[in-house]
């Protein structure tokens, strides 16, 4: 898949996944909405209900400011299938004049946000690379900005897995 594919892709999309890292070194994902800014992608902290504003997602990227989006589609057509993985560095956005065109851009992409303010503070991931698959794609290798072979590499677990030691 080119960039230009990918990148349109993720434009018509309506939600993504963000990762992160836990100070103890596991995944933490989360559902989310963006604006994609290229070489950017923005993400808010809205307001709608939480059971703190203190986040995993910000504590995480706090503390190591690696992130991975992934964006894709699922279709019970498996013909229609495809994903787009964005690794970058996120920092977050608090001053209002770093948010005013992440927030305009979020404003006008999803109706559900009417006032500027609600989007505070608002995740920006500078993206360092890319990788893409489709199944309409004639190779079932992803195409990506950097060689990634490592991602078709599968390892067993070095520590038993929720106390199993057979895997």
Same mark, same amino acid.
């Given at each position: ?6 990148? #349109?892709?993720? %434009? #018509? #999309?309506?939600? &993504? ?17 963006? &604006?994609? #800014?290229?070489?950017? *992608?923005?993400?808010?902290? =809205? ?7 203190? /986040? ?5 990227? %706090?503390?190591?400011?690696? &992130?991975?989006? /992934?964006?894709?589609? +699922? ?5 229609? /299938? +495809? ?14 004049? %770093? ?23 608002? *995740?920006?991931?500078?993206? =360092?690379?890319?990788? &893409? ?13 950097? =060689? ?17 030691? =057979? /895997?």
């Amino acid at each position: 898949m080119d960039r230009s594919t990918a990148w #349109a892709l993720i %434009e #018509a #999309a309506r939600v &993504a996944t963000l990762g992160t890292i836990r100070a103890g070194g596991r995944l933490h994902l989360v559902p989310c909405v963006f &604006a994609l #800014a290229d070489p950017l *992608i923005y993400i808010p902290v =809205d307001a709608k209900p939480k059971r703190t504003r203190e /986040l995993l997602r910000l504590t995480n990227l %706090e503390a190591n400011p690696h &992130a991975v989006i /992934l964006v894709h589609s +699922w279709d019970e057509d498996w013909s229609r /299938l +495809w994903w787009v993985r964005l690794d970058g560095r996120a920092r977050l956005l608090q001053s209002l004049s %770093e948010m005013q065109n992440p927030r305009r851009l979020l404003l006008a992409r999803y109706s559900q946000y009417t006032d500027p303010a609600e989007l505070n503070p608002i *995740i920006a991931v500078d993206i =360092d690379s890319w990788k &893409a698959w489709s199944s309409r794609q004639s190779s079932s290798r992803p195409s990506s900005t950097v =060689d990634d072979r490592d991602d078709d590499v599968h390892r067993r677990p070095t520590r038993p897995v929720r106390g199993r030691a =057979d /895997l």
